[in-house]
């Protein structure tokens, strides 16, 4: 992780404040937070990952392809299942209609 200061490498853990690890530039001696946080991800990649599940890929694969954690891929695909609840029909099926192989 780079220093937001000077640029460098050369970090260390400094703490915890609010929730969010702290860290100290041995170079500099400035301390910082990481502004954004690890696992947070813009609508485009829960989608991305909806689809990438939808096509058949695993929760490790779609974490690696996505570069994030397979549980963050889960806890979204996850989520929207939840949101899907609420528009689910619950009238039986009368007609089906399958395709042969």
């Given at each position: ?44 990649q ?30 979204w ?25």
């Amino acid at each position: 992780m780079n220093c937001p200061k000077c640029g460098k490498v050369a970090s260390c853990k400094d703490g915890v404040v609010n929730g969010r690890q702290r860290y100290l530039c041995r170079d500099c001696k400035y301390r910082y937070t990481v502004q954004t946080r690890s696992g947070t991800a813009d609508a485009a990649q829960k989608r991305m990952a909806l689809e990438l599940y939808l096509e058949g890929l695993g929760f490790r694969s779609i974490g690696r392809v996505l570069k994030y954690s397979h549980v963050a891929a889960f806890n979204w695909i996850k989520e929207f299942g939840k949101s899907l609840e609420d528009i689910k029909n619950t009238a039986p099926v009368e007609v089906m209609e399958l395709d042969d192989p």
